[in-house]
């Protein structure tokens, strides 16, 4: 089901889909109202949803249709201005899947990529099962016993499709008062990097923003890297930003980050695996474990797309259900935290 108020990016749409054999149009409406009449005889296998629509807008939308009758949803959105960004980002902690850019004309340079890139996550998205979870508060305890080892510095994370609302859920678990920095690759098309952080920010009790690059690393901020640029942790301790070539299709890289943490942090380091598709972070998986750090991976029960973290699984990660993960970073904290 395509949701979408333009007739031009409607139409636009509805060809792009067309040409994968395996995708069908099954309705096409103007407004939410019109989308959320028509489910009950529709009853679409994935939605495309615009944002900005007369009348009730896409986050709403979401929301109703999460509530009544739950659908995957994929947000497509062309708009960079604060407020639509911010929405964007609300509906996919409402349980919209992913976020991709709109379709660019077939004359544009750019429309094969973005034209496969909607029909790939639409695909993907629309196996993705949606169970709605409540999160049980998990506090964080530093009384456990303790044995030996290297006082943690710094969380490193990494997260993809599901990667938002997976992020919200756990750092409100895990607070700023745990005393570390965060460095977090969210894969995600450039124009929504810097609201996504805005959102973040705005939702946790932590400091989120945009990594730059010689950044100093402060407890209780969590720094987002840049899109399509790598984020590293530099051997004075800083944020290190660049863009060399793309590892495994991605830029950034969790497995840049991972392999930076391993190299400069060591055992001091935290690795935390999220939903997401793919296998990015793997090698970084490995040497993080290789230097001694603990690494989480989120576990399949509670994964949206079962990816990434089945990649560092494999590798060795301890795979941990999402509303668990808190625990299991209070366990490591706390381990290491007795030699401190």
Known sequence: MIVEDSPVVQALLTHIIGQAH??????????????????????????????????????????????ERPTPI????????????????????????????????????????????????LRIMADVPVVRRRLRSVPLRSDRPGRQGVAPKLIVCAASTGGPQALA??????????????????????????GFARWLDGVLPWRVAVATAGERLEPGTIL?????????????????????PAL???RPAATALFESAAAHAG?????????GMGEDGAPGVRALLAAGAPVFAEDRSSAIVYGMPA???????????????????????????ARA
């Open 22 to 67: 395996d995708l069908e149009v099954a309705g096409a409406f103007a407004s939410a109202e019109e989308a959320l009449a028509a489910l009950p005889a529709v009853r679409p296998d994935i939605i495309s949803m615009d944002i900005r629509l007369p009348g009730m807008d896409g986050l709403e939308a979401t929301r109703r249709i999460m509530a």
């Open 74 to 121: 994929v947000v497509i959105s062309a708009s960079v201005e604060k407020e639509s960004l911010g929405r964007t980002m609300e509906a996919l902690s409402s349980g919209a899947l992913s976020v991709v850019e709109k379709p660019v004309g077939i004359s544009h340079a750019d429309y094969a990529g973005v034209a496969q890139e909607i029909r790939t996550q």
């Open 169 to 194: 859920r756990l750092f409100a678990v895990v607070p700023p008062t745990i005393g570390l920095p965060v460095l977090l690759v969210q894969h995600m098309g450039v124009p929504f990097m810097e």
């Open 224 to 244: 987002v890297a840049p899109g399509d640029h790598h984020l590293r942790l530099d051997r004075t301790g800083h944020a290190a930003i660049d863009r060399e």
């Open 248 to 250: 495994r299709g991605q």
């Open 267 to 275: 055992a001091a380091a935290i690795g935390v695996m999220l939903t």
């Open 311 to 337: 990649a560092a699984v494999r590798e060795g990660a301890t795979a941990v259900p999402l509303d668990k993960m808190g625990d299991a970073i209070a366990r490591a904290i706390g381990r290491a935290g």
